[in-house]
């Protein structure tokens, strides 16, 4: 048995504790996933809403804004594939937490009520050791002599037990989180570069070359031509 504030039911809590910390994360991961489909969706509506005008625009402006829509384009691949790539390697690591808890819950609770039966007997040997006369004094506490090393045994066992619990966890939670770390970083490298680009696409426009060619690709107004009926003679191009 374990006493809420035993030892014992300290190591219970915290391999439940652990189930759900990696149980919360593999949730989180699938949550994001789902997210991210949705962002994608707008994302590329946009992009689209994009593409389309910049087929429609001057020369002097379309080939930058077709490359800029590549760029949009290409962030939103890479940030799929990161997603996937963060999916597809850390939910397993985390899903597989839930199995490795429970065994280990059995195997404490296996030890716990092998030491309990021993802390049990050392506790009947003490009091036998000092009320039967002699002979069995002695016998007892021969008896308490090894059953005091079996417990102590049964308390090595239950610490060796946590200690590579502890340790396999650590391993784990270090190698979860420094791999999302890795991925994001290797993502937010790439999507810096298409983003850059884009930036740079938009400052290579050059005005004065798109409005003269805008400009040449329209009809002059002779002086005698009258505002169209539709349009507001007030409106100034």
Same mark, same amino acid.
């Given at each position: 048995s374990m006493k809420d504030d035993s030892p014992l039911k300290q190591y219970a809590l915290m391999i439940t504790s652990t189930d759900l910390m990696f149980q919360k994360i593999s949730e989180s991961l699938t949550a994001s996933a789902t997210s991210a489909a949705a962002a994608r969706d707008k994302a590329d509506s946009f992009n689209i809403c994009l593409s389309e005008y910049s087929v429609k625009e001057n020369k002097a402006i379309r080939g930058e804004m077709v490359d800029y829509c590549e760029c949009l384009k290409a962030v939103e691949d890479k940030k799929q594939?990161?997603?996937?790539? !963060?999916?597809?390697?850390?939910?397993?690591?985390?899903?597989?937490?839930?199995? !490795?808890c429970a065994e280990v819950q059995s195997s404490l609770k296996t030890l716990c009520l092998a030491r309990d039966k021993d802390a049990k007997a050392v506790r009947s040997l003490e009091k036998t050791k000092h009320k039967e006369g002699s002979k069995k004094a002695e016998q007892a506490a021969t008896e308490l002599n090894n059953k005091q090393n079996e417990l102590a045994t049964k308390n090595a066992e239950i610490l060796a037990l946590m200690q590579q619990f502890h340790r396999q966890k650590l391993t784990d939670y270090k190698a979860v989180l420094s791999t999302y770390a890795q991925i994001q970083m290797l993502y937010h490298s790439r999507a810096l570069e298409f983003y850059t680009r884009a930036f740079q696409d938009m400052l290579d426009v050059q005005e004065d070359e798109y409005l003269e060619a805008v400009l040449n690709e329209t009809t002059p107004l002779s002086l005698s031509q009258s505002v169209p009926h539709n349009m507001d003679s007030s409106y100034t191009p």
């Open positions: 594939h990161t997603i996937e790539s !963060i999916t597809e390697k850390l939910k397993p690591a985390c899903d597989r937490w839930k199995a !490795i």
